[in-house]
DNA sequence: TCCCTTATTGCTACCGGTGTCAATGCCTGA
DNA sequence: TCAGGCATTGACACCGGTAGCAATAAGGGA
């Protein structure tokens, strides 16, 4: 329907030849005119609106397929002021997460014309909050979603909330209304570790929580707590130590369990970084890991399966919650129907046996 | 100059109050009002044009620190067809890499106004190149980095090319022209191991390379050799294997190697993963890392430091190689100029000694 | 003094969509 | 037969920039 009648050489194969030409993107005005009507109407099609009679929308579709037109998401942005972009702020964390969760939303995101945009940040630097206002306030993001690195910080929501950006908090409890939630329970999985270890006999038992600032090691360690108390056993002051959810403070609170006169037989640490560090400490006395001392960790990171006796651990569905949040956070804006389990709110953690952890030693 | 004069009710405030309504970003136009000018001058002040008189320049600079305007992206990029995007596309995640990865990017697109959007791909699906050009064709990307997992892609490079996307390819080797490479030299540290191991008096050295269809796997390989040889040793036929970059594959290359009659006492895998493997099947053995057999592994990945032995391996500056592709992709458009060191095409590898290495035993 | 250059700047038309609101056609009840 | 209501559709302005080119002002040489 081109120039197909030039008598010179290579006349263009087919509608989808690509010459060296620019190849226009067929944009909405295309549509509309193949398709006889106003580009507002074919507008209406693209949006799923109702107020089409339903030829039109036929043929309009029709036409939509035949020059294979996708709708252009700077010029929607730009013409309805909300970008087809979603947010992934978050705060240095645990890499692993990190990729789980932007699997997650991806996993949602494909194929509904929507992109996840990324910005990791300090919450430590004191600019951090203007770095994140520059970046939803440039950009009029389709929402932003906010893992448990961030989740809790209330200055960062009040953020969003004052730039009208929809968003969703992934956080181990409840910590707003529940349409901007996604729960992960992390109590839950403590608890079943503080039933395994108990099952296994031990009784001298300890527990190395994460940094005081994050709810999740309170979560962690009440939960582990409740898991001992069903069990008819209690965390021993001298037992229940801090640590920073590194790999190093593992090693130093390891290093003073092992220096206690009365040494636990078992140890759950909060993350499964933390958890290395104590097997660390525990080795550097000449104990076996597993025998010994049994320890337990918490993520079912990589790490887990690969250190020497591998990790027993609880594996938190942190994908499973990026799906979720990016589900709840998009709803209607996506193409198509989300799986029945992805709209739930909340996931639900569970242990991992592997070899860190065994009966305690008569 | 305004409707000042409207008998009206709700004159509006002032310019700047900020009431509870909307609070609506300051355009080109207000900027334009206010410094008594057409749009398309400020346009040329933001775009850096010389042809502006510098008081001229100088009053709407003056205007658009008042108003605290920025240009938005969304409006940018569908008027000049090149939205402020940057795209990554990776395949596989080492979880490491790609953090490192997207940590060396946002080093420099940080406060230059230009985003970071994520495509992670399966290059086995058959429909990966639809997805990355449904990716790249929606988004009129700024350009595109390719880390090591694709960037070896032909197909995908040919499509980017077909876009008249902008890419960088971060390689081991030089795969295309350099101004679209960054290169990693992976065979430097693969000779350092060697020459480490060679240093230590080992004589019986075996290597277990990567897949067969990653440029790094050979690379590292014949860097091995060449350190190897330069001691004056060559790597026996049967202490050459391959596994697949995976934990999994490390630990049946190191199962193989431990079952030979003349067992090798140090082994050079090409990544950390498969060290860690080929390390678990040593202690199947009974034997003790870093006394009976050595292990040095490549990446320096966080499992390295968090093993025990700690693992001695080759660290790739990896953010550095995502900040130098992104200079070099971006160069002009950045608001400040680059680090020196950044400008580099090329990063080199180091090795890390840590405790999996010891002298040879007598 | 006048024409031609060069330096600046603005007019106007887009980019590819969306929102508002009026217009059109047809059906229904009075 | 006529007004009103519902279902559809389109005209037009606008989102916030950029691009091409004409317009205007100032400087220089003949």
Redesign the pocket.
């Given at each position: 329907m081109k120039k197909t009648m030039t008598p010179g050489p290579t006349p263009r194969p087919t509608a989808t030849a690509t010459g060296n030409e620019p190849r226009?993107?067929?944009?909405?005005?295309d549509?509309?005119r193949l398709a006889?009507?106003?580009?507002?109407?074919?507008?209406?099609v693209?949006?799923q609106?109702?107020?089409?009679?339903?030829?039109?929308?036929e043929r309009i579709d029709a036409v939509i397929k035949e020059l294979g037109?996708?709708?252009?998401p700077?010029?929607?942005g730009?013409?309805?002021?909300r970008s087809y972009l979603v947010g992934l702020i978050y705060d240095n964390p645990n890499p692993q997460h990190v990729i789980d969760t932007q699997q997650g939303i991806l996993d949602i995101l494909r194929g509904s014309g929507l992109e996840l945009v990324i910005h990791p940040c300090n919450r430590r630097d004191k600019d951090f909050l203007n770095g994140v206002r520059g970046f939803i306030d440039r950009q009029k993001l389709a929402g932003v979603i906010l893992p448990s690195s961030v989740s809790e910080d209330e200055d960062l929501v009040a953020v969003l909330r004052e730039h009208d950006t929809p968003y969703i908090r992934i956080a181990s409890v409840l910590l707003d209304e529940p349409e901007h939630s996604i729960v992960t329970n992390d109590a839950e999985g403590a608890r079943q570790a503080a039933e395994h270890l108990a099952g296994l006999g031990h009784k001298i038992i300890a527990h190395v929580s994460g940094p005081d600032s994050f709810r999740s090691s309170h979560e962690r360690r009440s939960g582990f707590i409740e898991g001992l108390k069903t069990a008819g056993l209690a965390l021993d002051k001298k037992l229940d130590l801090r640590g920073a959810y590194t790999f190093q403070s593992g090693v130093e609170a390891g290093r003073r369990l092992m220096a206690l006169a009365q040494r636990p037989t078992a140890i759950f640490a909060g993350n499964d970084e933390m958890a290395a560090g104590v097997c660390q400490a525990v080795r550097e006395t000449g104990l076996d890991i597993g025998k010994d001392v049994s320890v337990v960790g918490f993520d079912d990171s990589p790490l887990a399966s690969r250190m020497w006796p591998a990790l027993t651990t609880v594996l938190l569905p942190i994908r499973a919650s990026g799906r979720m949040a990016s589900v709840r956070l998009l709803g209607d804006r996506l193409t198509k129907d989300p799986h029945e389990e992805d709209l739930d709110g909340e996931v639900h953690p569970r242990l991992v046996v592997r070899a860190s952890t065994g009966p305690v030693k008569a």
């Open positions: 226009r993107r067929p944009t909405i005005n549509v509309a006889n009507v106003s580009k507002k109407t074919v507008s209406r693209i949006n609106s109702p107020f089409v009679n339903k030829d039109t929308r037109y996708a709708p252009d700077v010029a929607r730009l013409a309805s002021r």
